[in-house]
């Protein structure tokens, strides 16, 4: 039988996280010390299992849910758990706190990983007796349709406890990268900042709406990042490859990069220029609906990538 998992934090990324090992036969136990978050994660997880079934990503949605159960507590979550998965809010002193209770609670062979979108583990579980068994496993937001995880070891993780994290999440769906050392960010939001900052940089400077700039990423570059990262994509963009590209392109592309004012942080009035587009697009009351939505093309893209790799012989 699949081992016991912990769910440390029910919310949007807990939940998610619970889907994906219940999917793979793990029992999943949730603990969220906020009243009422635990029963409302049950019932988004089971309206993005009914949206799963329908895309064809799960076989049996109501055995996966049933697997789902909600802990008496931290203590009732982590008995028996092989391996725990925290999700709590994003701030170092609110995950010090929770791996302090872990601390005094976790059986010797318990693997933590956290949900952090950027602050390595280090930052919180210094000195602690389960640090070496502590390290980031981040998702990208759903992890039920997005399988990437980044998988990132404090300077004192042990080696077995970063192979059983990669081991349990192939085995849940998921595509682990490891980075070989800790860096704020990690990989996947060090990417994303920096082209925030540009398409902040253009908005700012009246060179295009914030649509057209979505639009530039979403109907073109986007289109080919869904299944080719950007080393692949400049090797295959030039006759003689990577080398080929980057000596045809890479003066140019140097003299954008120079181009850019040096990072300063968003502005007041450009946040609040793109916030107000966004909003004239997308009314704060169709928010919610406009997140569906997403989550749902990102399944029909799951199930065409799916597909593609099996006709491909992936």
Known sequence: MPDKIAIVGAGLVGSAWAIVFARAGHRVALYDDTEGQCEA?????ETNLAALEGHGLIDDPAAARARIFIAAGLADALDGAAYAQESVFERADVKRAVYEQIDGIAGPALVIGSSSSGI???TFTEGLGI???CLIAHPINPPYVIPLVEIVPAPW????????????MEAAGMEPVRLTREIDGFIANR?????????????????????DIDTT?????????????????IDLNAPGGLADFCARLGEGFYEFVKQGEPAQPWSDDVVAKAHEERRGRLPMAEHG???AWRDRRLMGLAAHL???GREAGD
């Open 41 to 45: 994660a049950l019932a988004r997880i």
């Open 120 to 122: 390595p583990a280090s």
């Open 289 to 291: 609906d406009r997140q």
């Open 217 to 233: 990423i979403s109907a073109g570059l986007g289109r080919r990042w869904s299944f080719i990262g950007p080393f692949e994509t």
């Open 131 to 133: 640090g070496p068994r």
């Open 306 to 308: 799916r597909d593609a």
């Open 157 to 168: 993780t042990e080696e077995e406890a970063v192979t059983r994290c990669w081991t349990l």
């Open 191 to 211: 990417l994303q900042a920096a082209l925030l900052w540009e398409a902040f940089r253009l908005l700012e400077g009246g060179y295009a709406t914030a649509k």
